[in-house]
């Protein structure tokens, strides 16, 4: 279970770096690219597994911690689901916003204390 627990970790870390990377690299000529709503749902649910995973192990979880992280995830994919539905119309401070808030989430996991990864 420990191998399968980092294979999702890595996922979920590849799901972030991409959705961050995929962003930054539209900053000049603002646009949502497709690859980042599927690096969003990748971070979504590879999170909601690492979760899942956690919750049978015998630690005690954050849930505050993950119902945050969970709610700024569920906005930064609904963020970029509509970014990718409008196409060129967004605007830099649209794309400043997802990247903000994934840097916020990412701080979060890394500040936060953490048990069991989660």
Not at 94 to 115: E, K, P, R, S
């Amino acid at each position: 279970m420990d191998i399968a627990y980092k294979i999702i970790l890595v996922l979920h870390l590849l799901g972030w770096a991409m959705l961050l990377g995929s962003v930054l690299a539209h900053l000049r000529k603002p646009v949502v690219p497709k690859g980042a709503l599927h690096a969003a749902l990748t971070a979504l649910v590879t999170g909601l597994l690492l979760v899942g995973m956690a919750e049978m192990g015998d630690g005690e979880l954050n849930h505050v911690k993950i119902g945050i992280k969970l709610l700024v995830t569920i906005v930064v994919t609904v963020l970029v689901v509509l970014g990718v539905k409008k196409g060129d119309r967004v605007t830099k401070g649209y794309l400043g916003t997802i990247l903000g808030l994934v840097v916020v989430n990412v701080a979060l996991a890394v500040v936060w204390g953490t048990t069991h990864g989660v």
